[in-house]
């Protein structure tokens, strides 16, 4: 892994056209400030994991019975 | 017609068009690329069956069927990837969660819906820059989780 040390304010060039900036730094929190093309996507790398992990929970999901699909078929939804 | 032996269906028969092709793999499965869909037509939840693997499979939905509002947006490169330029011309599909211990508890992947591109056969798993959708949103909401609950413990009680 590459390695540079920054100070607020200071900003990294990344490839064509991605510019990553420290904003701010506060604590053990540091702000980071993204210029990026529209086609490049930028994620909080937990949100990337979390998808990771619940497909390989979703993989040992069982074969369900009529039952519970009736129930989904029946909208009862929630969040 | 070719066929792979399944732990969930047995054998499964597929021909050469049914195939999904996923480029990189659906996270966390990343080498396995062919993938087909199964499961009886008139029923909410299909199942997406890794042909390079038997036993492996994703119980899937369209997530209308669990948020009857849904509506997401995509990166324009997530359409690209598989051949396409509108989200109003793919298939997409929801992954969901069921514990066998607990399928009341089942939960879907609002947040990181599967694009699927019919036409071109290619599939794609995508992160919809929509942040209100979560990861793991409960198919059921609190109180027909409370009564499928109740209903499995009286159903086990009468068993034993």
């Known amino acids: ?79 | 017609m070719n066929s792979i032996d399944t732990s969930r269906f047995g054998k499964l028969d597929y021909r050469d068009e049914d195939i999904i092709k996923f480029p990189k793999g659906i996270p966390g499965f990343e080498d396995k690329t062919n993938w087909v869909v199964t499961g009886e037509a008139d029923e909410d939840i299909k199942w997406l069956q890794s042909i390079d693997e038997g036993t492996l499979a994703l119980a899937v939905s369209h997530p209308r069927c669990i948020d009857p509002e849904y509506n997401i947006s995509v990166a324009r490169h997530d359409l690209e990837a598989i051949d396409s330029n509108s989200l109003e011309t793919v298939g997409i599909l929801a992954v969901l969660t069921i514990p066998a211990d607990a399928p009341w508890e089942a939960r879907a992947n609002l947040r990181a819906p599967i694009l699927v591109n019919s036409e071109a056969r290619l599939g794609r798993q995508v992160i919809a820059l929509d942040e209100k959708y979560p990861v793991q949103a409960h198919i059921f909401n609190e109180e027909v989780r409370a009564k499928l609950k109740e209903e499995s413990l009286v159903k086990n009680a009468g068993e034993k």
């Open chain 1, 1 to 79: 892994m590459l390695v540079l040390s920054r100070k607020p304010g200071e900003s990294l060039i990344i490839g064509d056209g991605i510019k990553v900036t420290v904003v701010e730094v506060k604590g053990d929190s540091i702000k980071i400030g993204i210029e990026a093309p529209k086609d490049v996507p930028v994620w909080r790398k937990e949100l990337v994991d979390e998808v990771s992990t619940q497909n390989l929970e979703a993989s040992s999901s069982p074969l369900l019975k009529g039952d519970i699909l009736k129930k989904l078929r029946g909208g009862s939804h929630g969040q």
